[in-house]
T-cell receptor, first 114, second 112 residues
Framework: AQSVTQLGSHVSVSEGALVLLRCNYS??????LFWYVQYPNQGLQLLLKYTTGATLVKGINGFEAEFKKSETSFHLTKPSAHMSDAAEYFCAVSLTGGGNKLTFGTGTQLKVEL | DGGITQSPKYLFRKEGQNVTLSCEQNLNHDAMYWYRQDPGQGLRLIYY???????QKGDIAEGYSVSREKKESFPLTVTSAQKNPTAFYLC???????????FGPGTRLTVL
C-alpha cells in the first residue's frame, strides 16, 4: 500500500520568489512519483515524473523535483515564480511493477502575488 | 492529435434523474479511470478499467455505474442513488495501471 501527504493546502509566494511545494510519501517498495498541475476548471497536466535513474527530475515550465529516499520526499521547486504558475498542484505515487494504483495527494493551491 | 475528450463540459440535472458522462481516448491506452473532485478533497477514484469488458470499483463507487465495451470509450452514469452528485468529474487513461495518467478536461455536473 502507498500514501502521499502534501504539506500545506495553500502556499503563497511573491512573483520572482522560490516556489517550494512539499510532498512526502509512504511506500513498501520503490515508488513511481508524479507531480501534476491543474488550472481552474481544467483537467490535470503532468509536470514531471520519477521512475528510476537520476533523482533530480526536470519538468515543464521550469519546475523540478528531487527524489530523496532517506526522507521519503519528492518536493517540487521552481527558482522564480511567475503569475502564470498560480494553480493547484497534486503529488501522486504508485508502486513499481506496473498494474498498481496511482494515489493522489489532496493538493496544494499556489498563489503568486505581485 | 492524441488525447482524451469529455463531454459535455457543463451538465445540469434535476434530482432523481440519471445522467451519463462521456469519455473517449485515442491514445490506445488499456486503462481508464473516473475521478470525482470536490474542493479540498483532491481526487477520489470512482471506477477504473484495465481492459475492455472489465472494470473495478474504486473508493467511492456507490451511486455510479460504468461500462467498457470499446477500448477507447469509458462512459460514467451518475444514478439517482448518488446522494450528492454535484462535483467536477475527471476521466483519465494510462498505458497500464500505475503509469502516468493523462486527463481529460473534465465535466462539471450540477444537480438542481
Amino acid at each position: 500500500a502507498q500514501s502521499v501527504t502534501q504539506l500545506g493546502s495553500h502556499v503563497s509566494v511573491s512573483e520572482g520568489a522560490l516556489v517550494l511545494l512539499r510532498c512526502n510519501y509512504s511506500s513498501s517498495v520503490p515508488p513511481y512519483l508524479f507531480w501534476y498541475v491543474q488550472y481552474p476548471n481544467q483537467g490535470l497536466q503532468l509536470l514531471l515524473k520519477y521512475t528510476t535513474g537520476a533523482t533530480l527530475v526536470k519538468g515543464i515550465n521550469g519546475f523540478e523535483a528531487e527524489f530523496k529516499k532517506s526522507e521519503t520526499s519528492f518536493h517540487l521547486t521552481k527558482p522564480s515564480a511567475h503569475m502564470s504558475d498560480a494553480a493547484e498542484y497534486f503529488c501522486a505515487v504508485s508502486l513499481t511493477g506496473g498494474g498498481n494504483k496511482l494515489t493522489f495527494g489532496t493538493g496544494t493551491q499556489l498563489k503568486v502575488e505581485l | 492529435d492524441g488525447g482524451i475528450t469529455q463531454s459535455p463540459k457543463y451538465l445540469f440535472r434535476k434530482e432523481g434523474q440519471n445522467v451519463t458522462l462521456s469519455c473517449e481516448q485515442n491514445l490506445n491506452h488499456d486503462a481508464m479511470y473516473w475521478y470525482r473532485q470536490d474542493p479540498g478533497q483532491g481526487l477520489r477514484l470512482i471506477y477504473y478499467s484495465q481492459i475492455v469488458n472489465d472494470f473495478q470499483k474504486g473508493d467511492i463507487a456507490e451511486g455510479y455505474s460504468v461500462s467498457r465495451e470499446k477500448k477507447e470509450s469509458f462512459p460514467l452514469t451518475v444514478t439517482s442513488a448518488q446522494k450528492n452528485p454535484t462535483a467536477f468529474y475527471l476521466c483519465a487513461s494510462s498505458q497500464q495501471r500505475g503509469d502516468e495518467q493523462f486527463f481529460g478536461p473534465g465535466t462539471r455536473l450540477t444537480v438542481l
